[in-house]
């Protein structure tokens, strides 16, 4: 959020986000290696720090498990 998915698509020359999911988290590829968008931050979030932490790696770990187990979408 924060108007930066718009730059990231810019970066990488198609929309990332073409679909929404609960998940907070999206695949692509880039320079043949596979990459893990996560859809986390918000400029007004007012968590203390250690609830942002483990919002994030909880949304990083379900992204690693859903990739381990090959059911997500790229």
Do not use: E
């Amino acid at each position: 959020c924060g108007y930066t998915i718009t730059s990231l698509n810019v970066i990488m020359g198609y929309n990332i986000k073409d679909r929404q999911n609960s998940n907070l988290y999206y695949f692509t590829r880039l320079n043949g290696h596979d990459v893990i968008v996560l859809d986390y931050y918000h400029p007004s979030n007012r968590y203390p720090d250690i609830m942002n932490y483990y919002g994030l790696i909880g949304s990083y770990q379900q992204a690693l498990i859903c990739q381990s187990k090959g059911v997500c979408s790229k």
